[in-house]
């Protein structure tokens, strides 16, 4: 089995080159099989509470309902959180990383946020609405060198922000010349479950999703209720630390209480909660699969002012820091409460080399993607002038912005 080396990522990002890189990594369970795990939850208008998405995918030849336990944007922000854990923590290698950073002043405190978590990365609102030494960011020469390139030249965006071109970005704001980056890397968990057919047709329908029982114990007692001064004081006491919704709200509902009488404080989390079925429960899937996919024909789209040989290594080493991410996010299989998952086998890594050829390669630790990372920035120092020195631009977030940040379902 070939390992994966800078030759080959030189090799990828060369004219006719391999098309993409998978990994696909059968996952399971933690507690075994015979566990339910949870799905990603999306906002449903019609559903309280929220809904799991379904689609209908090929496991081998049979058609079956696969559930969306990590999506394809929020496994794209792992590998991004991962990188940006590395460069916080000092990494001597990934420090050099070239990153955006926007700091806020809040309650006393500096706030600081980078390009790689940022929603839009280097097109986010909160970095155009800045400024860069006290001059708006979007009138600065090194901002608009960024949202001016594109892909016949995108050396601004390596040397600035190259998660933009590895993870994708959108200038969506702009009047013209707008960026559009899609991502290079995709990836996503999915988790085969067992679905109904039509006797009549044969065609499959989306399983129904369970009801789960939710309780919450109060020792001092199942129900505490509270006179209308009594809540009202308590809830001033801590004005402080709730938000405003939930203080108005629990405001109101004392306001409602009359005189010689009193009510539940469930609102100012005081009491406990009887068993009831109101939170959807988890899913049981037969199959669990994480796939990552790397396309170098999309790097191969990109170009850096560095001739052939020279665009070839900036794209190897675009290629090898999305792998760095990749590696990074894999080792780390934190989703969400209820669940935990585990590896059930090595991830397979295959290579496509064209016309229906594949070449299967070693998958890559984190310590291996460090020293791929380390010779393809080294190689492409060498032959494409390419200079990575860490924090490229510093913007002070505007005021107005974070004084405006409430919490979500307080806005209008």
């Given at each position: ?13 060369s ?29 449903d ?31 794209l ?9 590395a ?25 600081r946020?980078?390009?790689?978590t ?9 970095i ?13 020469p090194?901002?608009r ?19 933009t ?19 290079a ?18 065609a499959?329908?989306a ?13 001092v ?39 010689g ?10 009491g ?27 790097l191969?789209?990109?170009?850096f ?6 665009d ?9 820091l ?42 890559l ?15 492409a ?32």
């Amino acid at each position: 089995m070939r390992s994966l080396d800078l030759d080959v990522l030189l090799a990828a990002g060369s004219p006719g080159g391999s098309s993409c890189l998978t990994s696909t990594t059968t996952l399971e369970p933690a507690g075994g099989r015979h566990t339910s795990v949870a799905p990603a939850k999306f906002a449903d208008r019609a559903k309280k509470g929220g809904a799991y998405a379904y689609e209908q995918r090929f496991l081998g030849d049979e058609s079956r309902y696969a559930a969306i336990i990590d999506s394809k944007q929020s496994q794209l922000n792992r590998a991004e959180q991962a990188l940006a854990q590395a460069i916080e923590d000092g990494h001597p290698l990934l420090s050099r990383v070239p990153h955006v950073q926007v700091t806020y002043e809040r309650d006393g405190a500096v706030e600081r946020y980078y390009d790689l978590t940022l929603p839009h990365r280097v097109f986010d609102g909160h970095i155009r609405a800045g400024t860069i030494d006290g001059v708006p960011t979007t009138q600065t020469p090194e901002y608009r060198a960024v949202r001016d390139a594109t892909p016949a030249n995108a050396r601004a965006l390596l040397q600035t922000s190259p998660v933009t071109l590895v993870f994708g970005g959108w200038d969506s704001s702009r009047r013209s010349r707008q960026g559009r980056w899609r991502s290079a890397l995709v990836g996503e968990i999915v988790g085969f479950v067992t679905a109904s057919r039509d006797r009549t047709t044969g065609a499959l329908s989306a399983p129904a999703t369970a009801l789960r029982g939710g309780a919450r114990v109060d020792p001092v007692g199942m129900q505490i209720n509270l006179t209308k001064k009594s809540m009202t004081e308590t809830a001033t006491r801590q004005q402080a630390e709730l938000s405003p919704g939930t203080y108005n709200d629990i405001v109101k509902a004392a306001n409602g209480i009359k005189a010689g009488e009193s009510r539940s404080a469930s609102a100012l989390g005081l009491g406990g909660i009887p068993p009831t079925l109101d939170q959807l429960a988890g899913v049981a899937c037969d199959t669990i699969i994480r796939t990552h996919v790397l396309s170098f024909a999309t790097l191969r789209q990109m170009r850096f002012g560095a001739g052939v040989d020279g665009d070839a290594a900036c794209r190897a080493l675009l290629a090898a820091l999305a792998l760095n991410a990749l590696a990074r996010s894999d080792a780390e299989l934190c989703l969400r409460a209820n669940c935990d998952l585990v590896e059930a086998e090595q991830p397979k890594v295959r290579l496509d080399q064209r016309g229906g050829s594949f070449a299967d390669v070693e998958p890559l630790s984190i310590d291996a993607a460090d020293l791929l990372l380390g010779e393809a920035l080294a190689h492409a120092e060498k032959v494409a002038d390419v200079t990575w020195s860490g924090l490229a631009m510093r913007v002070t977030g505007n005021p107005d912005i974070v004084s405006g940040a409430v919490e979500t379902g307080d806005g209008e």
